[in-house]
């Protein structure tokens, strides 16, 4: 027999299902990632129609059943609507949940994932910082979370301030993450190297980066 269980999470896509449905996939604190069918979420009157969208976080019930999880109601806490009326900041909002989506799995403890991308989209939100920036500490963190990144900086032909900055990223809790900036020649830098670690660890496809790539200059 099935159960309703409340998870509370992020979620990272969503895609219409049927004529009035709607298939979302969240970022759980509880099971991981998981996939659930929202019906009726499409329809104009339906309590679900506000919260099956990509960014919404907050607590969602959910019947599992024996092969899928069907949505029953949710709770958001937070819609990021600046992301919404952001073109820049959704392409990059984008991006994260796509990359969120590739490493987490079904069942696995993907707390400091869910924390990792729920921090970064609220960086997005704060001017304080330039995305591009926000990208780089992201997919850094992101490598070091899923325990894939190099161990060794100091063999990169980089300056004094650019290997300071991948330790400090490396090395800082998520909370503290986004709380500083950089030069432009930093910046250059970490580009250069965020390209050769995407290119070396991360095999997968992302239609969101080649979007903001092309549409974010």
Not at 31 to 54: D, E, M, W
Not at 64 to 89: C, I, P, V, W
Not at 93 to 103: D, N, R, V
């Amino acid at each position: 027999m099935g159960q309703i269980i409340t998870v509370t999470g992020l979620v990272l896509a969503a895609y219409p299902q049927g004529d009035y449905d709607k298939r979302i996939i969240l970022l759980t604190r509880e099971r991981g990632k998981i996939t659930a069918f929202a019906r009726g979420a499409r329809r104009q009157n339906s309590p679900l129609l506000a919260v099956c969208n990509s960014f919404v976080f907050g607590e969602f019930s959910v019947y599992e059943g024996r092969t899928s999880y069907n949505l029953m109601q949710a709770k958001a806490s937070n819609y990021f609507h600046e992301l919404s009326g952001d073109f820049e900041g959704a392409c990059y909002g984008f991006y994260f949940c796509e990359l969120a989506e590739y490493y987490t799995r079904e069942a696995n403890d993907e707390l400091q994932m869910l924390k990792l991308l729920y921090q970064s989209l609220r960086a997005l939100c704060k001017p304080s910082i330039p995305n591009e920036l926000i990208r780089y500490i992201y997919e850094l963190k992101v490598l070091v979370v899923n325990g894939e990144c190099p161990p060794d900086f100091g063999q990169l032909d980089i300056c004094e301030s650019t290997l300071y900055t991948l330790q400090y990223i490396a090395a800082s809790s998520i909370e503290k993450l986004y709380t500083f900036n950089v030069s432009q020649q930093v910046l250059g830098e970490l580009r250069f190297v965020l390209h050769r670690y995407r290119e070396r660890y991360m095999e997968g496809h992302f239609k969101s980066l080649d979007v903001l790539e092309t549409c974010v200059k």
